[in-house]
């Protein structure tokens, strides 16, 4: 009896908790929340994809939302502008990812081998991640300075009568860009590769040292299959921010020089805020053009995860 009398209060209870009223309270709790989102995330990705059918030109207020179907694109795609812009980005992407993937996965290596003060070191990696991004940038536009940078003056010490302008030639604008901003975000991947490696048993690796391996043989047999995931995620999180990569160029070269710099997103960046009769809606055409790709790549990235060996 008493148990029957405890199953129908607890019933009681399951109902009298999703009744209608307390579920409508929950709506009433989460709506601030969804509103902000639909006013600051997807309202400005809706109207960014409408406006970019558009002549949208801001300091024209007659061309505001004036469909122009697909002539954007047309003169995106044939834009000699352009094209040069996404060599620059390709360029940039391949010196930044493949660099901060390597990098990450050593250092986290490194890290996994220490056996006191790993607190310090793994603290002392993401600490770049943490500090704003345009003092970091504006950090290292010092130390690239032609006269009195840290590395010049470091050079001339050693000898070096010359040193570069590396900011300021064709040759070392992008590779000395694209170091900075290495060092900025490599600290977030090294402690995804870090929780990756310390998730692989140990038992595997005394296994295949019994059976002879040598450490480099463990690396490429049990360590980087096993990463497989880990390294999936990483490029998931840098791919689209360096691809469509802005604030480096901004305030380290302004895309030069000689357009040595200037990846697509700066090329947005200028098109829409800085020249002319500031072109939105063909901005808004890239910026689409630019997450169509992305997005590619991202789907590439997840098929190629899921790929067994």
Same mark, same amino acid.
């Given at each position: 009896?008493?148990?029957?009398?405890?199953?129908?209060?607890?019933?009681?209870?399951?109902?009298?908790?999703?009744?209608?009223?307390?579920?409508?309270?929950?709506?009433?709790?989460?709506?601030?929340?969804?509103?902000?989102?639909?006013?600051?995330?997807?309202?400005?990705?809706?109207?960014?994809?409408?406006?970019?059918?558009?002549?949208?030109?801001?300091?024209?207020?007659?061309?505001?939302?004036?469909?122009?179907?697909?002539?954007?694109?047309?003169?995106?795609?044939?834009?000699? @502008?352009?094209?040069?812009?996404?060599?620059?980005?390709? @360029?940039?992407?391949? &010196?930044?990812?493949?660099?901060?993937?390597?990098?990450?996965?050593?250092?986290?290596?490194?890290?996994?081998?220490?056996?006191?003060?790993?607190?310090?070191?793994?603290?002392?990696?993401?600490?770049?991640?943490?500090?704003?991004?345009?003092?970091?940038?504006?950090?290292?536009?010092?130390?690239?300075?032609?006269?009195?940078?840290? &590395?010049?003056?470091?050079?001339?010490?050693?000898?070096?009568?010359?040193?570069?302008?590396?900011?300021?030639?064709?040759?070392?604008?992008?590779?000395?860009?694209?170091?900075?901003?290495?060092?900025?975000?490599?600290?977030?991947?090294?402690?995804?590769?870090?929780?990756?490696?310390?998730? &692989?048993?140990?038992?595997?690796?005394?296994?295949?040292?019994?059976?002879?391996?040598?450490?480099?043989?463990?690396?490429?047999?049990?360590?980087?299959?096993?990463?497989?995931?880990?390294?999936?995620?990483?490029?998931?999180?840098?791919?689209?921010?360096?691809?469509?990569?802005?604030?480096?160029?901004?305030?380290?070269?302004?895309?030069?020089?000689?357009?040595?710099?200037?990846?697509?997103?700066?090329?947005?960046?200028?098109?829409?805020?800085?020249?002319?009769?500031?072109?939105?809606?063909?901005?808004?055409?890239?910026?689409?053009?630019?997450?169509?790709?992305?997005?590619?790549?991202?789907?590439?990235?997840?098929?190629?995860?899921?790929?067994?060996?």
């Amino acid at each position: 009896m008493t148990t029957q009398t405890t199953t129908q209060r607890a019933t009681g209870s399951k109902k009298k908790s999703s009744s209608p009223r307390n579920d409508l309270l929950g709506y009433v709790f989460i709506a601030p929340a969804i509103l902000l989102y639909l006013l600051f995330n997807i309202w400005p990705l809706i109207r960014g994809i409408l406006m970019a059918f558009t002549d949208y030109r801001f300091v024209y207020p007659d061309t505001r939302w004036a469909f122009n179907g697909l002539e954007n694109f047309v003169k995106l795609f044939g834009s000699v @502008k352009v094209q040069a812009a996404a060599v620059v980005s390709i @360029k940039y992407s391949l &010196i930044v990812v493949p660099a901060v993937l390597i990098f990450a996965l050593l250092t986290a290596i490194l890290i996994s081998r220490v056996r006191q003060g790993t607190s310090f070191y793994r603290w002392t990696v993401y600490l770049p991640t943490i500090l704003p991004v345009a003092v970091s940038f504006l950090m290292f536009r010092q130390m690239y300075a032609p006269n009195f940078g840290l &590395i010049n003056s470091f050079l001339r010490g050693l000898g070096v009568e010359s040193p570069p302008h590396w900011l300021g030639e064709v040759a070392t604008a992008l590779p000395a860009v694209g170091i900075s901003h290495i060092w900025i975000i490599f600290g977030f991947p090294t402690l995804l590769f870090l929780i990756g490696i310390y998730n &692989i048993g140990e038992e595997l690796y005394e296994a295949a040292s019994l059976d002879g391996a040598s450490r480099w043989q463990q690396f490429l047999h049990i360590t980087l299959p096993l990463l497989k995931p880990t390294t999936a995620m990483v490029l998931i999180l840098i791919v689209p921010g360096v691809f469509g990569v802005t604030d480096p160029m901004l305030i380290l070269t302004q895309g030069g020089p000689q357009g040595s710099t200037q990846t697509l997103g700066y090329y947005l960046y200028e098109t829409a805020f800085v020249r002319g009769d500031l072109r939105l809606g063909y901005a808004s055409s890239i910026s689409l053009v630019v997450s169509l790709v992305t997005a590619g790549l991202v789907a590439l990235i997840f098929r190629w995860s899921r790929e067994r060996e």
